[in-house]
Each structure stands twice: as structure tokens, then as C-alpha cells.
């Protein structure tokens, strides 16, 4: 695994401005200088569950795609997961490959996730494609206590992007939450996220619902930052996540991130399926749902 430094200079990180919201929603488009590499200077991207699925796909475009300088963090559990990932995609293009790892379900891991993701400098895109869904004998409940599925796909994404946010406002970046069909049939409800859902479908459709919400609020919060929050709807494809008949192509699924995470006329405060945008689910527009969201993940992260 190389070291934590990144291949270009760093500029200092600081703290970002207080966490707030807005009362309006953010449509800005993205500066042209968060356009992953292709406006002539280098950038450093992180994506989340790269060892499988859409994340290894998405994984390789980037590698191909990459301009020399650039820096691509693979998020894996563990050193062991990711480095034949790493391996594979060191020859696709002239950036650097580095793995970053910890594990989503235990919140100290997180932190310690985000660490080794500030030391490589500015941050361009934060790509959050790690989510799980519970079945058999799995643990119903994180390292923390708190429902996994919950834990995994939604609380450590959100104390992720809370931590990195020094770095992403160093970049002008960007962070795409990935939301899921299921969604539209997904319930929020800031007030018992430490509760069970009744079953591993309830629980994935609700996570996700958190996740549209949560793309949306924290577009909001990182506005005064310059920095851009948005969900994809990857579409139903066969990975491990889903079932081998699934429609969709993972390609089709990686080339839409890749695309969040590197065009410059995807807007802030959006939702995207395939190359456009699409309706977000009326429950999940509310404002006010989406800063009570907000304050609770931060009370349960630790913030």
C-alpha cells in the first residue's frame, strides 16, 4: 500500500465554517475546477466499497480516465480486500492507486477512514457507493450498537463527509450519495433511526431513503463552502446487493457515477438516474425533514 501523502501539494485544512442549513435548496452548477482532472489540473477522489460491484467498475473507469498527477483512494474493509484491487488498476492510467481502509460498522473506524483520506490533501469527490444488505446470520447491530444497515449506508457516510469537509471546501468538491429505487418506498424518521426495521428489505429501502435525504440537506449545509452534495439512483444491476436477474448493466451504473463525479454541469442538490436527472420522492424534498436528519446523524455520530 503506498504512503498517505498526496502526489500534488497541500494546501492547509483547517476547519471549515460552522455546520449549518440554508432555507433554500441548492441548484448551483459545479465550478468548472471540480471537473475530475479534464481542465488541466490534477485531483484526488475517494470512493467507498471499491472491492466489488459498481465500486470495483466504477473503480477502473476513474483508473483509465485519470490524468497523470491524480490521486485515487480505494476504500476497502481491510488492507487485504483492497490490494488486489489496487494491483489490477495500476496499469489503467498514469495517476496513483492507494488504498484507504476501515471498516463502515464501527464509527472509530471511520474516523480513522477519514485520517488517512485528509492526509492525501484536497479533496475533489467524495463517492459514497459502500452499503450492504443484512442477510442470514449477519449482525443486526454495529460495533456502536445501532442497526447495521443504518450504520453502514447511511451514519458513516455521513460522519465521512462531515470530517472531510475541511478538505473537500480545500477543492471545491463534490459528494455523491448513492440512492437506490428502493427509495421512493424508504421511511425517515429522525426520531427512531436506533430502532430495527422488521426486515433486511425494510431496512435497505429506508436506507436509502436516508441517503436521498441526507445528499439533499447536506447540499444546503456545503453550499457556503463552494462544495456540491447529490444522490444517483444506480439503477437495479446484478451485483451482491442484488439478484442475478437484475436489468441493468454495472457499466451503464459505474459510467453514471464516474460522470457525477466528473462533469461539471451535474448541479448541486440534485437526484440522477442514468445520464439526467430525475424526481426526487416527494417525502424526501422536505426541507425540514432533511435537517432533522441532519441534527440526528449528528448526535448519533458523535459530531
Known amino acids: 500500500m ?20 440554508l432555507t433554500a435548496p441548492c441548484h448551483h452548477r459545479l465550478r468548472a475546477g471540480t471537473s475530475g482532472g479534464r481542465l488541466g489540473r490534477v485531483t484526488t477522489t475517494c470512493l467507498t466499497g471499491a472491492t466489488d460491484g459498481i465500486g470495483r467498475a466504477t473503480a477502473r473507469l476513474l483508473a483509465r480516465r485519470a490524468q497523470p498527477g491524480d490521486v485515487l483512494l480505494l ?13 489490477e488498476l495500476a496499469g489503467e492510467g498514469p495517476g496513483e492507486v492507494r488504498v484507504v481502509t476501515g471498516d463502515l460498522a464501527d464509527l472509530g473506524q471511520v474516523r480513522g477512514l477519514a485520517a488517512q483520506v485528509a492526509g492525501a490533501g484536497p479533496l475533489d469527490a467524495l463517492l459514497l457507493n459502500a452499503g450492504v444488505w443484512l442477510r442470514g446470520d449477519a449482525p443486526d447491530r454495529s460495533a456502536d450498537g445501532l442497526p447495521a444497515t443504518f450504520a453502514v449506508n447511511v451514519l458513516a457516510h455521513h460522519l465521512l463527509t462531515a470530517l472531510l469537509r475541511p478538505r473537500l471546501a480545500a477543492a471545491g468538491g463534490r ?8 427509495a421512493r418506498s424508504g421511511r425517515v424518521d429522525p426520531d427512531r433511526l436506533q430502532e430495527p426495521a422488521r426486515d433486511a428489505g425494510r431496512a435497505y429501502a429506508d436506507s436509502k431513503a ?13 453550499e457556503p463552502d463552494g462544495v456540491a452534495s447529490l444522490a444517483l439512483d444506480p439503477g437495479w444491476v446484478p451485483t451482491k446487493l442484488a439478484s442475478a436477474g437484475a436489468p441493468g448493466r ?54
Open 250 to 303: 454495472v457499466e451503464d451504473s459505474a459510467e453514471a457515477l464516474a460522470r457525477c463525479a466528473q462533469d461539471p454541469s451535474v448541479r448541486s442538490g440534485t437526484y440522477r438516474k442514468g445520464r439526467g436527472e430525475t424526481a426526487v420522492p416527494g417525502h424526501l424534498a422536505d426541507a425540514a425533514l432533511q435537517d432533522a436528519l441532519l441534527a440526528a446523524c449528528d448526535r448519533l455520530a458523535g459530531l
Open 175 to 182: 459528494v455523491v450519495w448513492l440512492g437506490s429505487g428502493m
Open 2 to 21: 503506498s504512503g498517505p501523502g498526496s502526489a500534488r501539494s497541500k494546501k492547509p485544512g483547517g476547519k471549515g465554517p460552522a455546520l449549518g442549513t
Open 75 to 87: 476504500h476497502a474493509r481491510t488492507a487485504e480486500r483492497g490490494a488486489p484491487v489496487r494491483d
Open 210 to 222: 436516508a441517503d436521498v435525504a441526507l445528499a439533499l440537506g447536506w447540499a444546503r449545509r456545503l
